[in-house]
């Protein structure tokens, strides 16, 4: 370490990464950070800052992956002399109880005290034996593969230490693992594992620091093995909130009662050769533009509260209606029924992409955008371009995508001039849209530019940041998420989860966004490997919004896939979720 770094001070139980040690064996491997990221299952950042000794510390569950694609001893990566632990380090004493090491997450400049010693009659475990490890497993209901997925310890040493060979009982590292497996394990699995074994009162979990506030489980939650940092500040976060019920209630709950598919065929009929939309159809008496605007916006909330069912019953009329209101009003108030059957028909190509309707998706988008240059408004023009822009990725047309979100934009900036807020709204979120079209076409650095560009355009929006305005969710919590799609999109995982533990939900108000951020999670979890986080996510989702789940066929693509790689632990969960959302084998 060099003289003008500072050093950080040890915190109990922490164990001190000779930063410099690690780079030199990866080096001697001939292995880049990328390389040795991937084989470890951890971020490529968090090695980053290990290496360059930013990181001083992670969990040891990480640090013995690290080892293991090293092929080296847990303690080659420790600061000091071989076999001796990190200053700082808890160490065992065969005449006293050892306190559990604290979890890894609570090590930091912000960590709250130690906790206080045991009360009298509290049991630890002194050394865990093939006994105490097979009773920790049992009780947390896992079998041997994903127990050991689980704590990141090699399947083949539980099996050893579990067939009773005291020669294979776990190291002392493993220890750690375990005492953090059992400290961080659910309550009701350490009554059972206290059960098993005949032991005293087990120590409960930390206390959460925030109860008010729903979570998903630990969804979000650094894993072993994952080697992701500040835990106990994820947990401070909310990811997910349901109204006036818990996460944990909304996953063990009963799942919302199924719903026929949408019918689209009263759409098709508006959108292909209704009366209401036929040239030289008798129009009908005009219509009042207030109460347009009023049903256009009760539209808008039902595409994006995932209603999806009540609102294809809904569109047909809306869209007849709004065809007549703009052949029979005029001047301004024509204008008006332009910009709403642009967005009304927006809306609908949104609502048929989702159901995989291509074609009708592609002439609702197509009408969207004849409305809007009708309403000679740019910013109607702009919103609209982002449902072309969709429709055309959905179609495979990727550089065409790109390419219109991009110079849409430009020119939504070059007509407006000096941005209103809900200029910039549009205008953000259609260069979102082409940033995922740029992911989707494998141009990584594009999709970074956009990304940046769309964050720029967010911290513009001030005050008016994730309002909503003109129905695009547009704000900097908006600009993360997506951030979450492209990185999961370019096979990124571990970059996806690390991205999404910085959300903040509580600042979309959007159901429909929430519930995409849940899913794209669960495809970066899938990505890897990690089945039974990506079963949780769906769960989450679906019980954040059914219809987003059960409704879609690309949704029910990603449940199949979960169902075909899934470990047998997970498996039968997995196929009774898969039936309650109608997924099809």
Known sequence: MSAGRQQQPAQPGELLIDGGKLAELRRKRSMTQHVLADRAGIS????????????RST??????????????????????PPGTPASGATMRSGTQPARPLPHPASAGPDSPAPAP????????????????ARALREAMRMGLRDFAAHTGIAERSISKWEAGSTAHNPRPGTQAILDTTLKNAPQEARTRFEA???????????????????????????????????????????????????MISALL?????????????????????????????????????????AEMANVRRQYQACRYTELASQLPGLLAQLHSACLTLTGDAQDKAFALSADAHHVAAGLLLKLDDQGLAYLAADRSMRAAQASEDPVTIGASARIITHTLMDGGHLSAAVSTASGYAARLDHDIGSHTPESLSVYGALVLRGA???????????????????????????????????????????????????????????????TARGVDLTKIAVTER???????????????????KAYLALRAAEATAHEEVSGRPSVHRLVRDLLTTAPPGIRGEARQFAEQIGVSR
């Open 514 to 532: 929430k519930a995409t951020l849940l899913i794209d999670v669960a495809r970066a979890y899938l990505q890897w490997g990690r089945h039974e």
């Open 44 to 55: 490529f950042s968090l090695l980053e800052k290990l290496e360059r000794n930013a990181r």
């Open 253 to 293: 709950a009963e799942p919302a009662s199924g719903r026929a598919p949408a019918d689209t065929e009263p759409l098709a009929s508006v959108l292909t050769g209704s009366a209401a939309s036929t040239v030289g159809a008798d129009p009908g008496p005009p219509a009042d533009i207030a109460i347009l605007t």
């Open 59 to 80: 969990s040891l569950a990480s640090l013995n992956a690290l080892a293991r694609a090293l092929n080296i001893p847990l303690h080659a990566l420790l600061e000091g």
């Open 436 to 498: 995922i079209a740029a992911a989707q076409d494998g141009k990584r650095g594009t999709a970074r530019e956009l990304l940046n560009e769309a964050d720029q355009a967010a911290q513009r929006l001030g005050a008016d940041a994730d309002g909503n305005l003109r129905g695009t969710a547009f704000g900097p919590a908006n600009v993360v998420v997506h951030r979450v799609n492209v990185a999961v999109t370019l096979g990124d995982a571990g970059t996806a989860i690390d």
């Open 196 to 246: 098993a074994l005949g032991t005293g009162a087990i120590p409960a979990a930390a206390a959460d620091p925030d109860p008010g506030k729903p979570h998903i489980l630990g969804l979000l939650s650094p894993g072993p093995g994952e080697g992701q940092e500040g835990q106990d500040a994820v947990r401070r976060r909310t990811f997910v909130e349901l109204t006036g019920a818990s």
């Open 117 to 132: 010693a045991p009360a009298p009659g509290t049991t630890i475990i002194q050394k865990w034996t093939g006994r105490e």
